[in-house]
């Protein structure tokens, strides 16, 4: 089923604790926190005593995606304040597979990135480790960017690599999710929809997120309704 991770990127940081528990009631499962450094992506966000403060203010699944460089040194820390999902990206990580042991060393469910011009195919070894794959579907850094449409293209070619080798790892997309694009984003196989702008950006979390959800609950059963009169026509 398709859940909602709000992003806190884009929520009141003044009020921030409200805010989460606010997209919560509105049907977010799991909260999504941007970690930034200033080298890998040109913005800096916030680290592990953050991560450590929203941990004491919601009971959700904390999932704390790394855009920085020497992701290796820092997994322990974001374990210890608490996140239960860690997401590094391809990108930054010359020893992938060591990283995503690490992280599984420190019990937390593993995960791992693709920027946008980033081939799917580059992660074929690695996807049994996996616990999601997350899709950037703008380039990371900043809130509030336009999705980058080839990103379907992606999100099909991994749920059809998720298939062909009898995974059932997570598709997860970052970027741009939004009400003109999440049917799209949901029929091209993603599960797990990061929202920030479309979920905090108005200042109405549990109201947007409820809408937002909505969307691609719909857009899920239309695919459920098309897969299942595809193939009744094929019996018939």
Known sequence: MVELLPSILSA??????DQIA?????????IHVDVMDGHFVPNMTLGPPVVASIRKATRLPL???LMIDNPNEY???????????????????PHLHRSLELILHHGMKPGVVLNPATRV??????LPMVHHVLIMSV?????????????????RRLAELRAELGLDFRIEVDGGVAHD???AIVQAGAELLVAGNAVFGAGQPERDARALLAAAREAEDQMTVSKVAG??????
């Open 12 to 17: 009141d940081f003044a009020h921030l604790a």
């Open 22 to 30: 606010a997209a919560e009631r509105g049907g977010g499962t799991t």
């Open 63 to 65: 999932d704390c995606h």
């Open 75 to 93: 997994i322990a820390a974001f374990a210890e304040a608490g996140a239960n999902w860690l997401s590094v990206h391809y990108e930054a990580c």
């Open 121 to 126: 195919d580059l992660l074929v070894d690695i």
């Open 139 to 155: 380039n990371p850094g900043f809130g509030g960017q336009e999705f980058i449409p080839f990103s379907l293209h992606k999100i």
């Open 181 to 183: 694009t999440v049917a």
């Open 231 to 236: 193939g009744k026509s094929k019996i018939h």
